[in-house]
């Protein structure tokens, strides 16, 4: 069995608090789980802090100078490590997609955000906040095609995409902007840097009808679940959580097209746009 990753403190701010973590706890003698027990957090949990995937938090940071006699070190630094460009709901989940080494996702409205395009993404945003002025929407379509070259990367993370076909059906930003951002999706596929399926409307009801779904494997780590609503997100630990919506995804594929046939769809989608626009 592979020891754990050896960190690079100098990586990140969340690397240096996870590298002086686990530093601390074994300098204490105590277990991963014998940590996380008085935080009432999983030994796992801990795992995902010593190795960078999850954010110390400034409850758990206090709690663990006292446990350690760290004299302040985790409260003191653990400010820096929680900054990110991203909404607070979602920071946690995009910061742990970065390490990720398998996404899996089931998308049920709109284009995943590693998969959209600029104008797409601009198009989301300004529907969410319509108010908002514009070097706001420039900031947030900045921030999601950073997380976009994750793709970047020809092997890494592998992406598994399953859209529902109302993702398809539903005109963000115009039928040039849908007629691109499927253009864009076909590509990757065609490149063969992802997976993608669509699961069409004739599937009926299936697991995940009540909102999308990610999941993220990782090779020190265990695995994450995020579900996200309106404004809000989650992310899970829990290993039985976790196996559950495993088996909601999988059941989802099952049910989607095959690949090959769901690329065909997607292109057939776009060339559809492209022809109603001119």
């Not at 070097?135 to 900045?142: F, G, H, K, N, P």
């Not at 398809?168 to 253009?183: I, K, W």
Request: proline share 7%; net charge negative.
């Amino acid at each position: 069995m592979p020891g754990p990753r050896k960190l690079d403190p100098s990586s990140s701010p969340r690397a240096l608090l996870g590298a002086e973590l686990r530093h601390k706890r074994e300098k204490a003698g105590l277990t991963q789980d014998e940590l996380g027990r008085p935080l009432f957090v999983s030994g796992s949990f801990i795992g995902q802090l010593e190795t960078g995937t999850r954010r110390m938090q400034p409850e758990y940071a206090r709690q663990i100078d006292q446990i350690l006699g760290t004299d302040g070190f985790f409260t003191r630094n653990c400010k820096a490590a929680t900054k990110s460009k991203y909404p607070d709901h979602f920071a946690e989940a995009a910061e742990a997609e970065a390490v990720a080494q398998q996404i899996k996702e089931y998308a049920p409205l709109l284009i995943p955000g590693l998969l959209q395009t600029e104008a797409y993404a601009r198009a989301v945003f300004r529907a969410f906040q319509p108010t908002a002025p514009e070097e706001v929407i420039d900031e947030l379509v900045a921030a999601r095609l950073e997380r976009a070259r994750l793709l970047d990367d020809p092997t890494t993370p592998m992406l598994w995409a399953v859209l529902d076909e109302a993702v398809l059906r539903r005109a963000v930003g115009g039928r040039r902007v849908m007629a691109e951002a499927l253009r864009h999706i076909a590509g990757l596929a065609r490149r063969h840097r992802i997976i993608v399926q669509v699961l069409p409307f004739v599937a009926g009801a299936h697991m995940a009808l009540e909102g999308s779904l990610k999941l993220m494997s990782f090779t020190d780590a265990p695995p994450l679940a995020y579900l996200q609503g309106l404004g809000t997100g989650q992310l899970m630990d829990d290993p039985p959580t976790v196996a559950r919506y495993e088996l909601s995804y999988d059941l989802v594929g099952a049910s989607a097209l095959s690949p090959e046939a769901s690329v065909a769809l997607i292109e057939s989608a776009s060339e559809d746009y492209a022809h109603d626009e001119h």
